[in-house]
């Protein structure tokens, strides 16, 4: 059994646009679920799209991760990222940004092992590195 996180670009009219299956975001991989993925604005490099990720032979498994992509590609940006890894299920993740690039990352977490979990809300801020040269003219 296997989930992969897919993307599509619209329009401004909402006609989808590039392939008609889109292009892969997570990567297939047997026995993971990778489901629950939600897509925020990430100024100024383009959109960060986060998903859930499980596997499916274990109910104690569950991690976040995030994948970048710019402003009117139909590819991402480098490989995904973990954004929360945690031992045990984190998972049922959401993200916000504002226009700064600053992001919230919500998500559930479990403290301990299966099934005497309790899962607390997390809260975790994902920021944008801006880096400005200098430059001179001689």
Not at 8 to 25: A, C, M, N, Y
Not at 52 to 57: L, P
Not at 97 to 109: F, P, Q
Not at 115 to 133: A, H, K, M, W
Request: aromatic fraction near 12%.
């Amino acid at each position: 059994m296997g989930y992969e996180v897919r993307a599509r670009r619209v329009s401004k009219d909402g006609i989808p646009l590039g392939s008609s299956g889109g292009f892969e975001i997570g990567q297939h991989i047997q026995d993971v679920i990778q489901i629950a993925s939600s897509v925020s604005v990430f100024d100024p490099w383009g959109y960060l799209i986060t998903w859930d990720y499980f596997v499916s032979t274990t109910a104690d498994q569950g991690d976040v991760f995030g994948r970048v992509v710019g402003f009117g590609d139909d590819f991402p940006m480098g490989n995904g990222f973990p954004l929360d890894i945690r031992s045990n299920f984190d998972g049922g993740s959401d993200m916000a940004c504002n226009s700064t690039g600053i992001c919230l990352l919500v998500d559930s977490h479990c403290s301990q092992s299966y099934p005497g979990c309790d899962s607390e809300i997390n809260g975790r801020l994902v920021y944008t590195q801006r880096n400005f040269l200098p430059l001179t003219i001689r």
